[in-house]
């Protein structure tokens, strides 16, 4: 069986017959094929938004009598990503039953602890909030999904009459409520008023449809989305030009870059004023066009009308005073122009707080905005990781969409903010939020090590992405570094590191790259001086570019790309590591190790006159001494291990056991000891300590710092 190829402008056809056809007669697999697919088009649904569920016979445990169940999907995932364990899977009739013990709608957050009595599969998801909304309509599958398209219509002022008039009363509509137990009875209601409908509009919302076989359901989604982004395209432009009109022109890409990298860092100083967060910029055309309007003063502060925007966007953007072509290099004089603005929102978001709390409400949440739009530039999202950020300014961006299609068609709406306090404070929203895992040690920390494409930079990079910290992999060689970038990816995620080419000798590409981190995590609070080079020579035999290499990468390359950090950290203005990887040999003298050894020496002096200079700062400056890193470890190329077996009377192959008895402890030391007292340094416990050394050499008395 073939593929069939059904055409539509405004959404993705994805259904492969033949896929699908392996599944015929499980309608639990087709429904997350079904889902999968519908996740896989963000024109249908955002990250995280919407749910789909299918209803089919089964054998009870219990009874051994067929009986009919309900698979939707489960709380808190994904519908793109989503397998089998991420759905729910309850008795129909139990939960129905429960209309029975339903108390009204003030007792409406006691239902979903009921839903507890209606699992079917013990081992199955729990059960999210919008479970009976697909529980009361009769349907075998139904989808619930936030299209942009639909939810325009459904925040437009005339939203109602539009959507009756376009589906000629073939779709339903349900006034704006809080999704729970009680707007699934109003669902029902709506089938039951209006036979033969072929979905629903929720009012600010969202949208629901169905059929009765997965492939029914999804086509008819497909349709109905199409149907509705199709009316907004032939209206945009006919009442006036969009969004009011351009009111100034953006800056050229390379230029509108240049002054996110330079701001992005002082925006993640006021938003982390509570807690550390991560920064995230766009300046995709769709944002421009909005911030650049006449109409952005008006619709911005009202807000967003969809629950899934509201929650991951805040009650409103802050958008920003400066200038698309102002001079930004003063930060003082910066900072002193936009603090009214934080404190103004904050102020701002107090008062919605204490205006609209309950007696049970939980306590305020950081008051800082989650969204900065920059007319002539681009828009900054924060949050507490690279993954939450990101994901916000998606949501943002859907609900610049839906303004869009809602002014072209009627009048935008947003949720009043009664209605959004009580879906950002919700109970059972507050819970969720509880019952997230802690953050990990280097959450919300964004870390720069130099050389991060092998050896002990990329171990410590890894060391610091595992404990939760955003990573830029850097190096000067670029098929290593695209090796590595992959490899770091695979192992933890798209969202936890950016690469770039990086030459620590070369400050325009230590300027790209801490633009990079900038524009990728809103800037860099850990920054470790790895990147090195080993010359094993004698006096004699020492060339004056062998010093020059050296001096280079290991000494400025450490005082330029500090230098940079520096200005990034003073910008944010809450402080920093930066970790130097020295050596040894930075105290002890050896053989054929004139030009090495003085270079990590002076790296070690430098160590200690940045601690004494950035104290202040509340920057913490110290050194890792390794010694003897073979594992991995670049620093044996170059004719360095020849060079130091030599020096010592033994050949290659006897190195690690040589350097190894040598010790103390008798220890063979890995790039991962490394990266342990890296992280030692940053990790929280020492946070008053500066100017220190830490030896990881196995134990060499000679090394032992005086």
């Known amino acids: 069986m073939g593929t069939t190829t059904i055409q539509f402008k405004h959404v993705s056809y994805l259904w492969n017959e033949a896929e699908a056809a392996k599944l015929a007669g499980d309608e639990v697999a087709l429904l997350v094929y079904r889902s999968n697919l519908l996740g896989a088009d963000l024109r249908l649904t955002n990250y995280g938004g919407g749910n789909t569920s299918c209803k089919a016979m089964a054998k009870d445990p219990l009874t051994g009598n067929e009986t009919e169940v309900m698979w939707v999907k489960g709380s808190g995932g994904d519908l793109g990503t989503m397998k089998r364990n991420g759905l729910a899977a309850l008795y129909v009739d139990r939960l129905r039953s429960l209309k029975n013990v339903y108390r009204g709608i003030e007792f409406e957050d006691e239902m979903v602890e009921l839903f507890n009595h209606c699992i079917y599969d013990l081992s199955s998801k729990a059960p999210s909030i919008d479970t009976p909304l697909h529980g009361f309509l009769p349907f075998k599958h139904i989808d619930h999904l936030h299209p942009d398209a639909a939810i325009a219509i459904a925040a437009a002022k005339d939203g109602k009459r539009i959507t009756q008039e376009l589906f000629n009363g073939k779709i339903g509509w349900a006034e704006w409520q809080r999704p729970g137990f009680d707007l699934g009875l109003k669902l029902k209601q709506c089938l039951d008023e209006n036979p033969g409908i072929r979905g629903i509009m929720l009012g600010s919302h969202g949208l629901f449809t169905w059929g009765n076989t997965a492939h029914e359901s999804y086509l008819n989604t497909l349709e109905v989305v199409e149907r509705c982004a199709q009316y907004l395209e032939d209206n945009y432009g006919k009442k006036s030009a969009v969004f009011g009109g351009a009111v100034i022109i953006s800056l050229p890409k390379e230029e509108r870059l240049k002054q996110a990298a330079a701001l992005a860092p002082i925006l993640r100083g006021f938003c982390s004023s509570q807690t550390k967060m991560i920064g995230y910029f766009t300046d995709d055309e769709k944002v421009l066009e909005f911030i650049n309007s006449n ?412």
């Open 295 to 706: 109409d952005l003063g008006r619709l911005a502060p009202m807000g967003t009308s969809c629950p899934d925007h509201f929650l991951r966007t805040k009650i409103a953007p802050l958008i920003l005073n400066v200038g698309a072509d102002e001079d930004i290099s003063d930060v003082n004089k910066v900072k002193e122009k936009i603090a009214p603005l934080f404190e103004a929102y904050r102020n701002m978001y107090a008062y919605y707080y204490n205006t609209c709390k309950h007696s049970n409400s939980p306590a305020m949440r950081d008051p800082n905005p989650v969204v900065l739009l920059y007319p002539g530039v681009g828009m900054f999202s924060f949050a507490k990781d690279k993954q939450t950020a990101r994901v916000a300014s998606e949501f943002y961006m859907n609900a610049i969409n839906v303004m869009k299609g809602a002014e072209a068609i009627s009048e935008y709406t947003s949720l009043p903010r009664q209605e959004a306090f009580n879906i950002e404070y919700w109970l059972l929203e507050e819970a969720k939020l509880q019952r997230m895992p802690k953050p990990k040690a280097l959450s919300g920390r964004v870390a720069l090590v130099t050389g991060s494409a092998g050896g002990i930079g990329n171990a410590i990079a890894k060391k610091f992405a595992a404990e939760g910290a955003c990573v830029l992999i850097n190096d000067i060689n670029a098929e290593r570094l695209e090796i590595a970038m992959a490899k770091f990816e695979q192992q933890f995620g798209k969202d936890t590191a950016a690469s770039i080419l990086l030459d620590v000798t070369n400050n325009e590409t230590i300027e790209k790259a801490f633009n990079k981190a900038a524009l990728e995590f809103g800037g860099v609070d850990i920054i470790v001086n790895n990147a090195g080079i080993s010359i094993s020579k004698s006096i004699a035999d020492h060339s004056v570019e062998d010093w020059d290499k050296l001096y280079n990468i290991l000494v400025k390359g450490q005082f330029f790309v500090s230098q940079s950090g520096i200005n990034v950290m003073r910008k944010q203005g809450f402080g920093g590591d930066i970790i130097n990887i020295v050596s040894k040999n930075s105290i002890v003298a050896g053989p054929n190790n004139a030009g090495y050894g003085s270079a990590k020496a002076a790296q070690a002096h430098l160590t200690r006159l940045m601690a004494v200079e950035l104290g202040a700062d509340k920057i913490r400056v110290n050194t890792v001494n390794p010694d003897a890193v073979i594992t991995d470890s670049n620093i044996w190329a170059n004719g360095w291990a020849e060079g130091r077996a030599k020096a010592y009377g033994i050949t290659v192959d006897e190195l690690p056991s040589y350097y190894a008895n040598r010790t103390l402890l008798h220890e063979v030391i890995k790039p991962e000891d490394i990266a342990n007292a890296c992280f030692a340094f940053v990790a929280g416990l020492l946070n008053k300590s500066t100017g220190n050394v830490l030896n990881v050499d196995g134990g060499i008395a000679a090394a032992f710092v005086h």
